[in-house]
């Protein structure tokens, strides 16, 4: 089935150093969504990616779709304490529109 | 700011019993989804509904959950009889229309004894 898998699935990284994750996807997506999860907090949406190689860029985060739409990323340059949480991508369960979860990226930032 | 509410926030109940929790999603938007979190499994999603009509809970144990939607402004999600390996986070999230973000509630900490 459909599955959409992140990695690497935890992270440590120095203030001010850089962080990637990656996603991907067993199938074609048409749309991917980022959320990040704060340690006991809820889900919260960052970005929608729709267009094959689209790029978009928030502050000091940039999100990336893959040409083939199967892939993912999310990349923070250098990273802040502020930074520090749980970021999941969602794939669409075929043309519905559940999403599948990804399995997160557990970002921690050593100050 | 508008916000998904869920209640109650914390739950610890024994095995056996009945467990009931309730979402308002976000006024307007008209689909709603039930997750389930766990450190070993994720993001499950178990329900979703879309103008309060059930659309898909292939992910939900049948024989012990149950979620609806009585009207637009409550949706419920219910367990009996509850087991202790559902003890987990329960999220309820609401969107404004397909593919659109979806909005996350506070969650429901449920632990089972």
């Known amino acids: 089935g459909q599955q959409v898998m992140q990695i690497p699935q935890y992270q440590h990284v120095q203030e001010g150093e850089d962080f990637t994750t990656y996603c991907n996807s067993s199938?074609?997506?048409?749309?991917i969504q980022w959320y990040k999860q704060r340690p006991g907090g809820h889900p919260v949406f960052l970005i929608q990616l729709v267009k094959s190689g689209e790029v978009k860029k928030q502050k000091r985060l940039t999100f990336q779709f893959g040409e083939a739409k199967k892939n993912s990323s999310l990349h923070i340059t250098a990273t802040q304490t502020t930074d520090v949480g749980t970021y999941f991508c969602a794939g669409p369960k075929g043309t519905g529109n559940q999403f599948y979860f990804g399995t997160g990226t557990s970002l921690t930032v050593i100050p | 700011d508008a916000r998904v509410t869920q209640t109650p926030r914390h739950k610890v109940t024994e095995m056996g019993q009945e467990v009931t929790m309730r979402c308002q999603p976000i006024?307007?938007?008209?689909?709603v989804f039930w997750y389930r979190q766990t450190m070993m499994q994720g993001l499950e999603l178990l329900a979703y509904?879309?103008?309060?009509?059930?659309?898909?809970d292939s992910g939900m144990p049948k024989d012990r959950f149950s979620a609806e939607m009585p009207d637009a402004t409550l949706a419920t999600l219910k367990i009996q009889p509850s087991e202790p390996r559902d003890s987990a986070v329960y999220f309820c999230?609401?969107?404004?229309?397909?593919?659109?973000?979806?909005?996350f509630g506070d969650g429901t900490r449920l632990s089972i004894l």
């Open positions: 199938t074609t997506l048409s749309n």
């Open positions: 509904f879309r103008n309060r009509a059930p659309l898909d």
């Open positions: 006024l307007g938007h008209n689909t």
């Open positions: 999230a609401s969107g404004p229309g397909n593919f659109q973000p979806q909005h």
